[in-house]
């Protein structure tokens, strides 16, 4: 369990044991109300260039992209991770932004589609058409915004053997048995 320069690591074992995380969130430092179980994954950097392999090898180049991904990716199970009320709040938040602008892109984009089939005269329609479809993948940006990962400010190191979250309140890192 190492713990400088802001970064604290801890290993896969101890977070994916119930009851071994702190109390206090990792951002807050607030008093958790929740406690969730998920899955935390490593970043993956991949070589080469994107646009010069798609552009060589197309198709293959990027299944192979895709393979290296996959065979770099570790993951690790965290359970109990503690979230507080602002934590809980901002998850919710984000999430629902998220669900707007899909379903709001998807109701948008499917209710002018059915409305231009049944009536005459409104060119427009096709505009609504073109936003809803618009909207639907930028539901992606409120997405990750709240989700575990990014809320934690934690993920996977790249040999999967811990976990590594970066600046963690201090009521979080208190309640670690190396700064006990
Ligand atoms: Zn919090």
Redesign the pocket.
Known sequence: MSHHAGVVTLPADFVGRPGNLPRH?S??G?RAVRERDFVLQSKVKIEGNRFTQVGRRGVLGMAERLDQHGKKVRTTDVKGWP??R??VRTRALWLAAASALFFGGLAAFAGSLIVSAIADGMPWLAGVAVAGFVLMPLAAVPFVLGSLPRLTRAQTSPDGASVVIENPSPAFTAELPSTR
């Open positions: 969130c951002r807050h607030l979230l507080c602002k934590c």
